[in-house]
Each structure stands twice: as C-alpha cells, then as structure tokens.
C-alpha cells in the first residue's frame, strides 16, 4: 500500500511571507495532483505534475516532482490571504480512486 | 464546459432519521462518480465510486448506502442517520483510469442532532 505524508499538517504565516509545503512518500509515483479546499468549499485541482524533476509554476506558487518521483513540493512566495485553505497531494489508491491525506492547513493572516 | 451540481449545501437532521443526498454531472458522458465525506480534523475518507450505471463501489463498512440510477447521477442515502455521520460531504467525477483529476462539488455539510 502506497503511503505519503503531507507536512507541515498546521501552518500560520503572516502576508507577505513565503512559504514550502511537503509530500513525500517512500513509494514512486507515476505522476501526482495538488489540490487547494478553500473552507466551506470542494478541493480544487491546482496542477499535475508528471516527469521527475519537473517545476511548475502558477503565479506565486512553483510546484516541484522529486528527481525520483517520490515527492513533491509546494513553494509559495509572499503568501496573501487568499491563499488560505488546505492543501493536498493525494495518491493514486486504484485505477480510478485516489487515497487523500489530512493535508496541510494553511492560514495567512493580513 | 462540464459542472457538477450537489444539493442541499447544508442538512441538519435528527439521529434515527433518512437521508438523500444528490449529485449530477453535466457536460461529460461515463464518468467516475464518487462520495467523500471530511469529517473535522480529518482527511477526505472515499465512501463509495462508481464507474458506470449501477455499479457501486463500497470504500468502508458503514451506515451509507450510494446508488446511481442515471449516467451522471450519484445519490448518497442512508435509513437512520446515526450522530457519527456528521461531516462534510463531497461529491466528485472523472473521466478515465489512473491519475486523472478528480472534479468537486461545492459539498453538503450535515449536522445529526
């Protein structure tokens, strides 16, 4: 069974602060998905990332696939409030199913 | 443009009574279906998917029963709500097999009295 570990699970910045959030797992991935939840609302698909090595990037948020395909990281820079919400990368648990984590719940506080 | 529709956005129920939850898709033909529910503090936990009408795939023994009557219709029921199946409940589709993304509803947050 595959299993990845999101971290930090809690983290509280102020605006303008940047900011790195963590998957890592012991297993290969074929590719892996981020999702942002906004409170109150359905996880929102933010990006795919596929080739190991591969960077993203989607305006303040640059997105990274270990060389091995074994994790993955989030960076976020000068964070904003909107930026608020839990963060998930979760795995592939069957051939249409993904296996979700608890998360990274991040507050950016004005 | 495909959209996902799920109805009510918030329940209150007493404990011992049913519930019928409702999901559909628009847009798309054959997609995987699925039910998730957030409990507070917790990760997503799939309770059931589906690929196809009448095919229901059970993630957890539990008090929920899922059926899917039409192509892009799912439905999250239950005969006696007990006080643990309070939470946040999401509907989801996809299309495809392996690591496609996976497309939210807006979510029923349920409170059991």
């Known amino acids: 069974t595959q299993l990845l570990e999101q971290s930090p699970q809690f983290l509280s910045i102020q605006e303008g602060e940047n900011l790195t959030v963590y998957c890592n797992s012991s297993s290969v991935f074929s590719s892996l998905q981020w999702y942002r939840q906004e409170p109150g609302e359905g996880p929102v698909l933010l990006v795919t990332v596929v080739t190991g090595g591969e960077v993203k990037k989607l305006k303040r948020l640059t997105f990274q696939f270990g060389d091995a395909r074994k994790d993955s990281s989030l960076h976020i820079t000068a964070a904003q409030p909107g930026d608020t919400g839990l963060y998930l990368c979760?795995?592939?648990?069957?051939?249409?199913?993904?296996?979700f984590g608890k998360g990274t719940k991040l507050t950016v506080n004005p | 443009s495909q959209t996902i529709h799920q109805w009510p956005a918030t329940l209150v129920q007493p404990v011992g009574s049913p519930l019928s939850l409702e999901c559909t898709v628009e847009?798309?033909?054959?997609?995987?279906l699925y039910w998730y529910r957030q409990a507070a503090g917790r990760g997503l936990q799939l309770l059931f998917y589906?690929?196809?009408?009448?095919?229901i795939s059970s993630e957890v023994p539990q008090n929920l029963s899922a059926s899917r009557p039409q192509d892009r219709q799912f439905i999250l029921s239950s005969k006696k709500l007990l006080l643990s199946d309070s939470g946040f409940y999401l509907c989801a589709w996809s299309v495809g097999q392996y690591n496609q993304p996976q497309h939210f509803g807006d979510g029923t947050r349920l409170s059991i009295l």
């Open positions: 847009g798309t033909s054959n997609p995987n």
């Open positions: 589906s690929v196809g009408i009448g095919q």
């Open positions: 979760p795995i592939q648990g069957g051939s249409e199913k993904l296996v």
